[in-house]
Each structure stands twice: as structure tokens, then as C-alpha cells.
């Protein structure tokens, strides 16, 4: 399962597996006191894709479509997330104050894509064919 959490709430034991998913630390967070399992910096949206988007409404359908070009290139970074969602709780943490359109709900919709696909050398899949 696939959960997108703002980084300022609380950290959960439901959490699971938590990790950071923006390219830059969050504001008035200190490394010591934020829980978290990883920071994928690499998987977040490159610097000048982020600046484009500028966290405007009216150019998230372009930012989401960009991005998940961008995440399409990187799946060696997103694949062992694959893994954390198969088998618990993976929550993506993230800074926007907008719970919607940002780029953890981006990466979410991509994960839970490719979730749905058959996993390679998945014999079951094969046969069915």
C-alpha cells in the first residue's frame, strides 16, 4: 500500500516505511528530529522541472505528465519501492502545502501503475499469455 503524508504530521507506526521524496530538505526540519527510513532526492522532480511547476495549479497536468517521463528514466531509483509496497505500508513524505497536487501524489499514481503490472520473471503472468 501507497500513502502520501505531508513530512509536518506526526509520524505513525502505520506509517511503515517512510520516505522523503523532494529534492530539497523541508523548511524547519531538522535532520535529527524528522523520521524517516530514506531521502530519494534522485527521485524526486529534476530542479528546473520543480521551478516550472512553481507549485501552480494551473501547470500541475503538465509538471505530472513531465515527471512521470522523468520517473520513467529512473528505475533502478523506483523499483525497490515496488518491493516496500508489496509487502507493508511505503509512505511518501513531502513539503507542498497542497495535498493533492504535488509530486508525491505523482509518484504514488506511478508506483500504483506499475504495482498493477505483472513483476518480472513472474511465471504466473507468463503462462497466462
Not at 89 to 107: F, G, I, M, S
Not at 111 to 117: C, G, S, V
Amino acid at each position: 500500500m501507497i500513502v502520501c503524508k505531508r513530512v509536518y504530521l506526526p509520524a505513525m507506526p502505520e506509517d511503515g516505511f517512510r520516505v522523503l521524496v523532494d529534492r530539497l530538505w523541508p523548511r524547519g526540519c531538522s535532520k535529527a528530529g524528522l523520521q524517516l527510513d530514506a531521502w530519494l532526492r534522485e527521485l524526486a522532480p529534476s530542479n528546473a522541472l520543480r521551478q516550472a511547476f512553481a507549485h501552480d495549479p494551473e501547470h500541475f497536468a503538465e509538471f505530472r505528465c513531465a515527471y512521470r517521463d522523468e520517473l520513467a528514466t529512473l528505475p533502478t531509483q523506483w523499483r525497490p519501492l515496488l518491493e516496500r509496497a508489496r509487502h507493508g505500508t511505503l509512505t511518501l513524505l513531502y513539503a507542498a502545502h497542497d495535498e493533492q497536487l504535488n509530486n508525491a501524489r505523482v509518484l504514488a499514481e506511478f508506483l500504483d501503475e506499475q504495482l498493477a503490472l505483472p513483476a518480472p520473471g513472474d511465471c504466473a503472468a507468463e503462462e497466462s499469455r
